[in-house]
């Protein structure tokens, strides 16, 4: 299962449209097929600091994910609010093994 | 819901003793009441690079984990396999907003 942290830095006039924004694109994502988890998390020590949380079941999940209109909507919405260029770092989930253990 | 992010640097002599540790910590914590998730991802750019990815329902169940025996042990087993300290990150999770609905 294929893993992938994307920390964001939001501009703080921004943090409750980013939420918004990102709502919609946690619900869409859930609904895909490949997708296992896709959760939204905020730094208590720093609210402007997200983390999406998005595993997939497989490569072709990942790819698939960047297809969707919810993604499209959501990467061009908050493109503008974004404190700096948010950085995705990609890795290999060894536990839970399987999609059935999650 | 309150989730840690751990980023562990584990010594490359110990890559495979580390997993095999954390796996039992991990069966162990996802057994406990309050846990949601315990992942454990290994980073695709740098092997000896983990996270452990942590979600408990509440606070009394973050505390609770460390009260745990699979905890105190996983603790000491790898402390000596470490790089560099750990470092714990504390997030809010915003979405999904509850436990059921993860």
């Not at 709502?23 to 869409?28: A, D, M, P, R, T």
């Given at each position: 299962m294929i893993t992938t942290c994307v920390d964001v830095f939001v501009k703080e006039e921004h943090i409750q449209d980013f939420i918004e924004a990102t709502?919609?694109?946690?619900?869409?994502s859930t609904a895909e097929?490949?997708?296992?988890r896709f959760d939204?998390?905020?730094s208590n020590d720093d609210p402007s600091h997200f983390m999406?949380?998005?595993v997939?079941?497989?490569q072709a999940g990942v790819l698939a994910h960047?297809?969707?209109a919810h993604y499209a909507e959501w990467r061009d919405t908050v493109a503008e609010w974004m404190a700096k260029p948010r950085e995705a770092k990609k890795f290999t989930m060894l536990f839970p093994a399987t999609a059935e253990d999650a």
């Open positions: 709502k919609k694109n946690h619900l869409g097929a490949e997708n296992l939204i998390i905020q999406l949380y998005e997939y079941i497989s960047k297809e969707t």
